[in-house]
């Protein structure tokens, strides 16, 4: 048996039909140089932002189960395309879906983890010497039912893949050129990373640098999985390589900087400082399947015996999370709920900063420096991170990425628009 390698094409990867025939050129050369090819893509272009748009004109509160139904549509249309562009360049390829692989999952919509995948009918496939297209971002339960993985999940089913089949590695191609010290769209002189260890990718990834999903580089740490980020339009490159931190040699204290736009803020004001109350409010939470990011609890005033207690989750769980919070009511006996939605988080991340003091002190002076209030601080070994106001967020990235010395003197290829739906 030749030696498999995943390969996944992004949405701008194959956002149209000529794309498509670039991206078939792609794996053609890969399968030329002796190798298996499975192929994980996308839904084009903005497709699956469309999806979501048809969805919410039809209804405010679409169910979870017919928006997975919905949305694994779209990458439905690019399996097939694709396997006929290989076809029409005379390379043997089928499609198939999650349903047909066997990609097992959760019973959780629109989030759900893999639990298995089934690997025979691909390497059935492989055997025949044809390329196999599959789609990435959803799966099935046990009971048949259509989950997807989350946004951004086709990376996650490409690393997947990759570990089930024991692939020698897993391509993510994108329309950058590889992993930046941030965001090559709000900083073009960010620089690009020639390799990076999966703790400081899944910091950045967590912390909202979406060039990779965060369970993808999970996914790959579990598997040891080499993987890396490259561009589909300059494909001599090789971009950059994700791997074990023992390989690598630290430099600077941080490596990179993110943002994070997608969560809000909740805070429950005078809630009893007893034993069990956090207990309750996050057991409330964890029941409806709500990830909670960055969690305060107030220092205790000893003449009330009540503090306040802020979390930041996911801004598409908020009625959820609402309606938890109003059910324990009685519980925890708070006077007040404030919802703050104009955040941002900001983290810098590297593992160059532990064992080195002064690091955070920096970055909360460069915020001061211009003006910015931080909301909420929280850290772990690699990485600090600030909440502060949704419209200084840009202002934020920029300042830190400069104080912390990674700014290039070239200016970053990005390709594709941002999504203006
Ligand atoms: P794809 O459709 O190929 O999955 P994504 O839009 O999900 O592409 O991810 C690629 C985008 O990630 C880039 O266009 C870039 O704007 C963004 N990005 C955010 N942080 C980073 C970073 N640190 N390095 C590279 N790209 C980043
Ligand atoms: N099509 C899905 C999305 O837009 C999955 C992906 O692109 O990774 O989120
Ligand atoms: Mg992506």
Same mark, same amino acid.
């Given at each position: &048996?030749?030696?498999?390698?995943?390969?996944?094409?992004?949405?701008?990867?194959?956002?149209? !039909?000529?794309?498509?025939?670039? $991206?078939?050129?792609?794996?053609?050369?890969?399968?030329?140089?002796?190798?298996?090819?499975?192929?994980?893509?996308?839904?084009?272009?903005?497709? !699956?932002?469309?999806?979501?748009?048809?969805?919410?004109?039809?209804?405010?509160?679409?169910?979870?189960?017919?928006?997975?139904?919905?949305?694994?549509?779209?990458?439905?249309?690019?399996?097939?395309?694709?396997?006929?562009?290989?076809?029409?360049?005379?390379? @043997?390829?089928?499609?198939?879906?999650?349903?047909?692989?066997?990609?097992? %999952?959760?019973?959780?919509?629109?989030?759900?983890?893999?639990?298995?995948?089934?690997?025979?009918?691909?390497?059935?496939?492989?055997?025949?010497?044809?390329?196999?297209?599959?789609?990435?971002?959803?799966?099935? %339960?046990?009971? &048949?039912?259509?989950?997807?993985?989350?946004?951004?999940?086709?990376?996650?089913?490409?690393?997947?893949?990759?570990?089930?089949?024991?692939?020698?590695?897993?391509?993510?191609?994108?329309?950058?050129?590889?992993?930046?010290?941030?965001?090559?769209?709000?900083?073009?002189?960010?620089?690009?990373?020639?390799?990076?260890?999966?703790?400081?990718?899944?910091?950045?990834?967590?912390?909202?640098?979406?060039? #990779?999903?965060?369970?993808?580089?999970?996914?790959? &740490?579990?598997?040891?999985?080499?993987?890396?980020?490259?561009?589909?339009?300059?494909?001599?490159?090789?971009? !950059?390589?994700?791997?074990?931190?023992?390989? &690598?040699? #630290?430099?600077?204290? $941080? %490596?990179?900087?993110?943002?994070?736009?997608?969560?809000?803020?909740?805070?429950?004001?005078?809630?009893?400082?007893?034993?069990?109350?956090?207990?309750?409010?996050?057991?409330?939470?964890?029941?409806?399947?709500?990830?909670?990011?960055?969690?305060?609890?107030?220092?205790?005033?000893?003449?009330?015996? !009540?503090?306040?207690?802020?979390?930041?989750?996911?801004?598409?769980?908020?009625?959820?999370?609402?309606?938890?919070?109003?059910?324990?009511?009685?519980?925890?006996?708070?006077?007040?709920?404030?919802?703050?939605?104009?955040?941002?988080?900001?983290?810098?991340?590297?593992?160059?900063?532990?064992?080195?003091?002064?690091?955070?002190?920096?970055?909360?002076?460069? #915020?001061?420096?211009?003006?910015?209030?931080?909301?909420?601080?929280?850290?772990?070994?690699?990485?600090?991170?600030?909440?502060?106001?949704?419209?200084?967020?840009?202002?934020?990235?920029?300042?830190?990425?400069?104080?912390?010395?990674?700014?290039?003197?070239?200016?970053?290829?990005?390709?594709?628009?941002?999504? @203006?739906?």
């Amino acid at each position: &048996m030749k030696d498999i390698i995943v390969q996944k094409f992004g949405g701008t990867s194959v956002a149209d !039909t000529d794309k498509i025939k670039n $991206v078939a050129k792609a794996v053609i050369k890969e399968k030329n140089l002796g190798h298996s090819v499975v192929v994980v893509v996308s839904a084009m272009g903005h497709t !699956t932002d469309m999806l979501v748009k048809l969805a919410k004109e039809i209804s405010p509160n679409p169910s979870s189960r017919e928006m997975d139904m919905l949305l694994s549509t779209g990458e439905g249309v690019s399996i097939a395309l694709l396997a006929m562009a290989l076809q029409a360049q005379g390379c @043997n390829a089928v499609s198939m879906n999650a349903m047909q692989v066997g990609i097992f %999952t959760e019973k959780i919509h629109s989030k759900a983890r893999i639990l298995e995948i089934k690997t025979d009918r691909i390497i059935q496939h492989l055997e025949n010497d044809e390329v196999v297209v599959i789609a990435g971002f959803q799966g099935i %339960t046990e009971d &048949m039912e259509i989950t997807t993985l989350g946004r951004g999940g086709s990376d996650t089913s490409a690393v997947a893949l990759a570990g089930a089949l024991g692939a020698k590695r897993c391509d993510i191609y994108t329309d950058v050129e590889g992993v930046y010290t941030t965001d090559p769209r709000i900083v073009p002189c960010a620089s690009k990373l020639k390799e990076i260890s999966y703790e400081e990718m899944m910091e950045l990834a967590y912390g909202g640098a979406n060039v #990779l999903h965060p369970r993808a580089v999970e996914t790959a &740490m579990k598997y040891n999985a080499p993987v890396r980020v490259r561009s589909t339009f300059k494909t001599d490159d090789l971009g !950059t390589l994700i791997l074990g931190a023992d390989k &690598m040699e #630290l430099q600077k204290p $941080v %490596t990179g900087v993110a943002s994070d736009l997608s969560g809000l803020r909740i805070v429950v004001c005078d809630v009893q400082d007893n034993p069990g109350t956090a207990a309750s409010l996050f057991d409330g939470l964890a029941a409806e399947n709500i990830s909670v990011d960055m969690i305060i609890q107030s220092y205790a005033r000893k003449d009330l015996n !009540t503090n306040d207690i802020a979390f930041t989750i996911d801004r598409g769980d908020v009625k959820k999370a609402m309606a938890v919070i109003e059910k324990i009511k009685p519980d925890l006996n708070y006077s007040a709920v404030y919802v703050d939605d104009e955040i941002a988080k900001i983290s810098i991340v590297g593992a160059g900063m532990i064992g080195r003091p002064g690091i955070a002190a920096k970055m909360f002076r460069t #915020l001061a420096n211009i003006g910015i209030n931080i909301k909420m601080i929280a850290t772990s070994e690699i990485k600090v991170s600030c909440l502060v106001d949704k419209d200084r967020a840009n202002d934020a990235v920029e300042a830190l990425h400069t104080v912390f010395g990674l700014d290039s003197d070239q200016i970053a290829d990005v390709k594709g628009d941002l999504p @203006n739906i």
